[in-house]
């Protein structure tokens, strides 16, 4: 079982702050410019990592119109599958200019490969790891080609069912990657908030002991803040650099002022989680003399009776506390006692 990933160095698991990806998927709109300049603007977002796709409308799909090559719904409705992956493909020269963009901008950058030809051309440039995309989670040669590889692996589970998982998370394990994370998906473009489900995370942790984690394609960043607050160890999200630019997922993918909030978020959840604990934090002690104690409320002669009068709880909190004030009442005062005093047991006969 794996209950911590290592990539490029940096540790993934319930023990460490989340490792946020930030999916760059289609949104370049055919531009190498447009490109490196997402990878730009995704580094300054403060993200853990960026992440391409790697493949060709041929590597994924036949250019066909017959039954069930046409989209019939969502946001690529009446495309062909050929025609969409035809604009939203990553070209394969592009990928070592990007490679050497994010080094130089000190940010991780990995892919999802979706044949052999990926994985060659990847392996090639040094991935430190490797991403099963949903619809791939059952295409267990393609798995247990990547694992082969002996990289850490994180696989997507839109649509799979648990028995599905598990011969993904074997089949990935078996073939020698090294660590391999589950992500939580609702593979629809956009999915609704009221279908986050993400209490799944924490589950599949169980099931499964594995590190976990959400692949979000809800809008906004509510749900990967949820995700982290249950355990969620990575979160990807989609990125664009203006939703207005149009582009395949551009609908569905966070501005970088959104995706700086959602790594700010996430971070800030994760170490709001801390630990179960009822001890004064040290921030709290400036706060302890505020609570309310017991205090003299009006002038008291030696001797004379300690009355509801003359005592009483108040703030601030330097006297006896509350729980006394029933064994106070009725005894006698020590010596004579100042208005605004806190009271101690000196103070009393």
């Keep these: 079982m794996t209950t911590e990933l290592h990539i490029a160095g940096r540790a993934i698991g319930p023990g460490h702050p989340p490792f946020v990806i930030c999916e760059l998927s289609g949104n370049h709109n055919g531009s190498l410019e ?76 990995f892919s999802t490969p979706f044949d052999a030809t990926a994985v060659e051309l990847l392996e090639s440039l040094g991935a430190p790891a490797y991403k099963i995309a949903s619809f791939e989670a059952v295409d267990l040669p393609l798995i247990a080609r990547v694992a082969a590889c002996g990289k850490p692996m994180i696989i997507s589970t839109g649509l799979a069912s648990l028995a599905e998982m598990e011969e993904a998370l074997r089949t990935a394990e078996a073939g020698g990657a090294d660590g391999v994370a589950l992500l939580h998906c609702v593979s629809s473009y956009p999915a609704p908030i009221e279908e986050a489900n993400v209490r799944t995370v924490p589950d599949l942790a169980r099931r499964f002991g594995v590190v976990t984690g959400l692949s979000d394609h809800t809008p906004g960043t509510a749900a990967s803040v949820a995700a982290v607050a249950l355990g969620a160890a990575i979160i990807e999200k989609h990125f664009t650099l203006a939703r207005a630019d149009g582009g395949p997922d551009a609908a569905f993918s966070l501005e970088p002022a959104e995706f700086t909030a959602l790594v700010r978020d996430c971070k800030a959840a994760w170490s709001a989680l801390g630990s179960a604990t009822y001890d004064e934090l040290g921030s709290e002690r400036a706060a302890a003399g505020h609570r309310r104690s017991l205090y003299v409320s009006a002038e008291v002669q030696a001797g004379e009776r300690l009355t509801d009068v003359n005592v009483r709880s108040v703030r601030p909190g330097h006297g006896l506390a509350p729980k006394h004030l029933p064994d106070v009442l009725g005894r006698h005062a020590a010596r004579d006692l100042k208005y605004g005093e806190p009271l101690d047991w000196s103070m009393v006969d």
């Design 34 to 109: 447009r490109a490196l300049a997402m990878v730009d603007a995704a580094a300054a977002t403060g993200c853990d990592a960026i992440k391409l796709q790697t493949y060709t409308a041929d590597t994924l799909t036949l250019d066909c119109d017959g039954p069930g090559f046409r989209i019939e719904d969502g946001p690529w409705a009446g495309r062909t599958l050929h025609n969409l992956y035809a604009e939203a493909f990553t070209p394969y020269e592009w990928h070592a200019a990007l490679f050497e963009r994010a080094r130089q901008r000190g940010v991780i950058l």
